[in-house]
């Protein structure tokens, strides 16, 4: 469940930024899952649930994230999560934390 932040003072927990992230996300995935790249990274820091043709169409970046939410220790971001909706089955979430996620902060 979704977490969003309640005050100013309350700066821990899940915030969804889909609109600010999501376009940014999906060009970074089509970067970080090629298959020169994606050995760099480890499973634990980079993780999605599924295969098949969604996650050929987020390895491609051609299609975009539904929903984008952002974990927050502080001030610091500490993770990342996605979803991606599948029309055949079960939809995709992509996990990003540690060196991926510093990765695509780098970028955004």
Known sequence: ???TFKSEEQQEGWKDETSERARSLQLFLAKALL???ISTYDSSTLHCSGNGSAFQEIQKGT?????VRVQYWGEKPIS????YPSEKGQGIDVYLS???LEDFLKEV
């Open 1 to 3: 469940m979704s977490e």
């Open 35 to 37: 298959p020169k790249n």
């Open 63 to 67: 299609t975009l994230p539904s929903s």
């Open 80 to 83: 990342v999560h996605a979803y």
């Open 98 to 100: 540690g060196s991926v």
